[in-house]
């Protein structure tokens, strides 16, 4: 421990003013957790701010988002992802700067298609590269998965690459629509979809996990 610190209540405080040390690292998991849900609300921001601002002010605004979000954890992301992943996060990366450098506004439009592709293209890599994206998911809380949960993962990350296919698309089409129809599909309809998507994954979890539970009982 620093010669220059003392312990009170079991946490270090200043000798002199008695206060605690400044702590900037508590910070970064709420600049963290504010960039993801700014991100979530990113098409309602484009659907009032295109009235007020260019498309290159918003798309500054997504590269911010971005940064906010992942926040102290770059160098930590750079070591422990795969060079096609952080080749595809560098891309999108770019894809906000040609926003910013072109002022279009239907480039803006595409980020919600743009995102269900870079998506697809990291679920989809790793069916081909196991495991899969869901498995990793699944081993943060089960570190020792089944072989027959292995497979469950896979087939859950093969739905999730239809989803994208589907959502992508119609996110593309959009584009080509309404303002008002954009917003309305990119910044609540594939919410709920996606809500829809994880409740019933959910249930149908709950009965396959019953059902190999019963087998083992047998």
């Known amino acids: 421990m620093n010669s220059g610190m003392s312990m009170a209540g079991g946490v ?3 000798p002199v003013s008695g206060a605690e040390p400044a702590r900037p690292a508590r910070a970064l998991p709420l600049a963290r957790a504010a960039g993801a849900l700014l991100l979530l609300a990113y098409p309602a921001a484009v659907y009032f701010g295109l009235t007020l601002f260019s498309p290159r002010l918003l798309g500054a605004l997504l590269l911010g ?4 979000r992942h926040a102290g954890r770059i160098g930590r992301f750079a070591r422990a992802t795969h060079a096609f992943e952080r080749a595809l996060l560098a891309l999108f990366g770019l894809y906000t700067l040609a926003i910013m450098a072109s002022n279009s506004e239907r480039l803006l439009l595409f980020y919600p298609a743009a995102m269900n592709l ?4 990291l679920f989809a890599r790793s069916l081909i590269y196991p495991p899969s994206m869901i498995e990793r998911f699944a081993r943060l809380s089960e570190p020792d998965l089944a072989s027959a949960a292995v497979a469950y993962t896979r087939r859950v990350t ?3 690459c ?3 296919v589907l959502n992508g698309a119609i996110a593309a089409a959009t584009v080509f629509a ?29 009965r396959v996990r019953a059902r190999a539970e019963s087998g083992g009982h047998a």
């Open 178 to 206: 309404t303002r008002e129809l954009w917003a309305l599909f990119n910044g609540v309809i594939c919410y709920l979809l996606m809500g829809c998507l994880f409740a019933g994954e959910w249930l149908v979890r709950r």
């Open 158 to 160: 093969q739905v999730w």
């Open 12 to 14: 270090a405080t200043d």
């Open 162 to 164: 239809g989803f994208f």
């Open 65 to 68: 988002l971005m940064v906010l």
């Open 118 to 121: 870079l998506m697809l293209l």
